[in-house]
């Protein structure tokens, strides 16, 4: 057990394999006391190479750290001139933070529905909720698959709007050759430990644009433009050299981490596909979906007790939405009342099953194995 299992109903005696796992080895631990005894332990050097390395990697030309996924989607929105009165079009089927982010700088996330294949925002639909107070696009490559950016960009285009990409869950991940977080003007992501890299907690936003990167540098220290000198109102988002240390390590072993993920989805997906009354996840043409989540969806029966079999016999689970982030309780209260009915639907019937790199061939079996019995039980 450990503290990324969302849920234990595991009959005692039985281990539960966890919905995410993170790997630190030695590189990552040989780094950090490196870095410890180094005296550099806030924001430094080291965080200068992560940076570096990373816009290499997405291939843009700058990369910002910061002090989570969620202080880069509020840097970036920010640096988007966001604010105040301002729309930003955004997926409600993804993690609070996507329209936490949007709240904080004033504006109004305006959520439109997804599509029912890909659980990623549904391009089609974007440009009936454009109004003359929309500043931004914020799609979500959600569990790793990329988003539709061709026609999202254009949108954009047409309308003289910003895309920030939230690339949380999609480190590595590919759209039409060119890598998540290099496709729109500002890209997010986090490296929280459950996602396809860590740093423990920190984040990174990634750009072509040298004026938007040197905003997000600024706003990230305070407004500091130069020692003391603040010019706007900025905050604290730092990252730390520890933290960064350990990304550089990660770093290295991405696309190996990756590959593992992808490999143990194929596994599942060939396995499930003649399991009855679940669908497997599916995967767009010509994109690279890493895999941050497997997510299943469970046709007809009850969700919850689907996970109670599964969780009862050893195979962890998550659920990546249980609702839409306008049913949230604080988005009521500010008073959302939106509907997007396939959000709605999949916040219901969907299960995310483990699928992360230090996954066995006996755990891939029992999963499977799982499914069946879940599906001869239920159907
Ligand atoms: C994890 C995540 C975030 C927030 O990242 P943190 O590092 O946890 O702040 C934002 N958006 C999505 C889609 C995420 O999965």
Same mark, same amino acid.
């Given at each position: 057990m450990n503290d990324f299992s969302e849920s234990c109903n595991c009959k005692t005696g039985v281990d539960m394999i966890p919905i995410a796992n993170p790997i630190i080895e030695d590189e990552e631990i040989q780094e950090v006391v490196e870095v410890l005894k180094s /005296?550099? =332990?806030?924001?430094g050097p080291k965080v200068a190479e992560f940076e570096e390395k990373f816009a290499q990697y997405v291939g843009t030309k700058y990369a910002v750290a910061t002090s989570s996924g969620t202080t880069a989607l509020h840097l970036a929105l920010l640096a988007a001139g966001v604010g105040e009165g301002d729309e930003v079009i955004t997926t409600p089927f993804s993690f609070a933070a996507t329209g936490n982010s949007v709240l904080y700088t004033g504006a109004r996330p305006v959520f439109v529905d997804i599509d029912s294949?890909?659980? !990623?925002? #549904? +391009?089609?639909?974007i440009e009936a909720a454009i109004t003359p107070q929309t500043k931004a696009i914020l799609p979500v490559h959600l569990y790793g698959q990329p988003a539709d950016m061709d026609p999202i960009m254009e949108i954009a285009a047409k309308h003289d709007l910003r895309v920030i990409e939230d690339a949380a869950q999609a480190h590595g991940a590919i759209y039409k050759g060119k890598m998540a977080g290099s496709l729109g003007d500002m890209a997010c992501f986090s490296f929280y430990p459950t996602k396809n890299m860590t740093t423990s907690e920190g984040g990174i936003i990634t750009t072509d644009n040298k004026e938007l990167a040197d905003k997000c540098r600024i706003l990230r220290a305070h407004g500091e433009k130069e020692r003391y000198q603040h010019v706007v109102l900025g905050y604290n988002f730092r990252m730390t050299d520890i933290a960064a240390a350990i990304g550089l390590a990660q770093l290295k072993k991405l696309d190996k981490f990756n590959q593992k993920r992808i490999e143990n989805a194929a596994y599942l997906s060939e396995h499930i596909k003649e399991i009855e009354g679940v669908k497997s996840p599916y995967v767009m043409e010509d994109v690279q979906h890493v895999f941050h989540q497997y997510t299943i969806r469970i046709e007809n029966g009850s969700r919850d007790e689907w996970i109670q079999f599964l969780n009862e016999n050893g195979v962890g689970t998550g659920i990546h939405? +249980?609702? +839409? =982030?306008?049913?949230?309780e604080l988005y009521q209260e500010l /008073?959302? !009342? #939106? !509907?997007c009915p396939e959000a709605e639907k999949a916040a219901n019937e969907v299960i995310s099953i483990p699928v992360h790199p230090r996954l066995k061939v006996e755990d891939l079996e029992t999963i499977v194995q799982t499914l069946e019995d879940a599906s001869r039980h239920f159907m």
């Amino acid at each position: 057990m450990n503290d990324f299992s969302e849920s234990c109903n595991c009959k005692t005696g039985v281990d539960m394999i966890p919905i995410a796992n993170p790997i630190i080895e030695d590189e990552e631990i040989q780094e950090v006391v490196e870095v410890l005894k180094s /005296g550099f =332990i806030a924001q430094g050097p080291k965080v200068a190479e992560f940076e570096e390395k990373f816009a290499q990697y997405v291939g843009t030309k700058y990369a910002v750290a910061t002090s989570s996924g969620t202080t880069a989607l509020h840097l970036a929105l920010l640096a988007a001139g966001v604010g105040e009165g301002d729309e930003v079009i955004t997926t409600p089927f993804s993690f609070a933070a996507t329209g936490n982010s949007v709240l904080y700088t004033g504006a109004r996330p305006v959520f439109v529905d997804i599509d029912s294949q890909t659980y !990623n925002l #549904d +391009p089609a639909q974007i440009e009936a909720a454009i109004t003359p107070q929309t500043k931004a696009i914020l799609p979500v490559h959600l569990y790793g698959q990329p988003a539709d950016m061709d026609p999202i960009m254009e949108i954009a285009a047409k309308h003289d709007l910003r895309v920030i990409e939230d690339a949380a869950q999609a480190h590595g991940a590919i759209y039409k050759g060119k890598m998540a977080g290099s496709l729109g003007d500002m890209a997010c992501f986090s490296f929280y430990p459950t996602k396809n890299m860590t740093t423990s907690e920190g984040g990174i936003i990634t750009t072509d644009n040298k004026e938007l990167a040197d905003k997000c540098r600024i706003l990230r220290a305070h407004g500091e433009k130069e020692r003391y000198q603040h010019v706007v109102l900025g905050y604290n988002f730092r990252m730390t050299d520890i933290a960064a240390a350990i990304g550089l390590a990660q770093l290295k072993k991405l696309d190996k981490f990756n590959q593992k993920r992808i490999e143990n989805a194929a596994y599942l997906s060939e396995h499930i596909k003649e399991i009855e009354g679940v669908k497997s996840p599916y995967v767009m043409e010509d994109v690279q979906h890493v895999f941050h989540q497997y997510t299943i969806r469970i046709e007809n029966g009850s969700r919850d007790e689907w996970i109670q079999f599964l969780n009862e016999n050893g195979v962890g689970t998550g659920i990546h939405y +249980p609702k +839409p =982030i306008y049913k949230q309780e604080l988005y009521q209260e500010l /008073g959302f !009342n #939106d !509907n997007c009915p396939e959000a709605e639907k999949a916040a219901n019937e969907v299960i995310s099953i483990p699928v992360h790199p230090r996954l066995k061939v006996e755990d891939l079996e029992t999963i499977v194995q799982t499914l069946e019995d879940a599906s001869r039980h239920f159907m």
